[in-house]
Nanobody
């Protein structure tokens, strides 16, 4: 199973931006997998935020982030990115990248993801 590591989180003010990154612990192989991001926040259900297919033919965004977040991948660099703009307080949480199934209408992820990266958005 692919082992993933996330980075790029931080503390920003509402309206700010962050770019999250996802790669593999081995430094290669990410291009073989559909990759997406889900987030976890206290008191809330896990939410699949976005995903991208191997060839970028399919992408998905949850309604809560559509128009603000952009997912991309660079298979040559073994990276998947989540560009997050116009962040809101409710975007706060721990963000995880995971392999899974990506369609234009949903993202389902498997049981393997990294330690996550914390995103905190202040008012």
């Amino acid at each position: 199973q692919v082992q993933l590591v996330e980075s790029g989180g931080g503390l920003v003010q509402s309206g700010g931006s962050l770019r999250l990154s996802c790669t593999t612990t081995t430094g290669h192989g990410l291009g073989l997998y559909v990759i997406g991001w889900f987030r976890r926040a206290p008191g809330k259900d896990d939410e699949g935020v976005s995903c991208v297919s191997v060839g970028e033919g399919d992408t998905y965004y949850s309604d809560s982030v559509k128009g603000r977040f952009t997912i991309s991948r660079d298979n040559a660099k073994n990276m998947v990115y989540l560009e997050m703009n116009n962040l809101k307080v409710e975007d706060s949480g721990t963000y995880y990248c995971a392999a899974g199934v990506c369609r234009s209408t949903y993202f389902t992820w498997n049981d393997y993801w990294g330690q996550g990266t914390q995103v905190s958005v202040s008012p």
